[in-house]
């Protein structure tokens, strides 16, 4: 009887820590949330025209609503994850945020490939690729051919980092 309580004690035990996945998942989604709202309320005026544009942009309805909501769920979403309040709530409207961003931005243009030198934890090596974007877009548009090079995508200058 002794040998099938030890086991059973330790999955008691081990109840302890269920609160530890949950909380190593918030806080790695919180600046990931973070940054994508404030890339978009930085250059709000850009995201709603980015939103509207069919030719250019996503070409959603409503574009300032949308950009609004996108931007509100990102930040609110990102204040919530930290502190642990409303989770259920607030994963909601996150979800349809990142529903939609997948939709029209990532599914058809693929997942950001250069690395934003304003995110947090940004090393040496990524606060450098800004520098290097900088000439590369410089070289480019004096030399190359850059239209065709740029075409691509939804957006040639920064405007595809505004996802959530």
């Known amino acids: 009887m002794q040998r099938h309580l030890l086991p059973q004690q330790l999955v008691n035990r081990s109840r302890l820590f269920d609160w530890l996945a949950p909380l190593a998942f918030r806080l790695y989604l919180v600046p990931v949330f973070w940054m994508a709202g404030i890339n978009k309320l930085h250059g ?4 709603v ?23 509100a769920s990102e930040l609110g979403g990102a204040v919530l994850l930290l502190v642990g309040l409303g989770v259920r ?5 996150l979800m349809v945020t990142m529903a939609v961003a997948i939709v029209t931005v990532h599914w058809p ?3 950001q ?7 947090p934890f ?3 090596q990524v606060l450098a690729s800004a520098d290097k974007l900088a000439k590369a877009r410089e070289l480019l548009q004096e030399h190359g051919h850059y239209d065709w090079l740029t075409s691509s995508g939804g957006n040639s200058d920064n405007k595809c980092n505004t996802h959530g």
Request: proline share 9%; aromatic share 20%.
């Open 49 to 71: 025209a980015w939103f509207g544009n069919s030719d250019w942009g996503l070409g959603l309805p409503f574009p300032w609503l949308m950009a609004f909501l996108a931007t």
């Open 89 to 93: 709530w607030v994963s909601v409207p």
């Open 44 to 47: 709000f005026d850009d995201t």
């Open 113 to 119: 490939a250069i690395a934003d030198p304003s995110a």
């Open 122 to 124: 940004a090393n040496a």
């Open 109 to 111: 243009n693929g997942w």
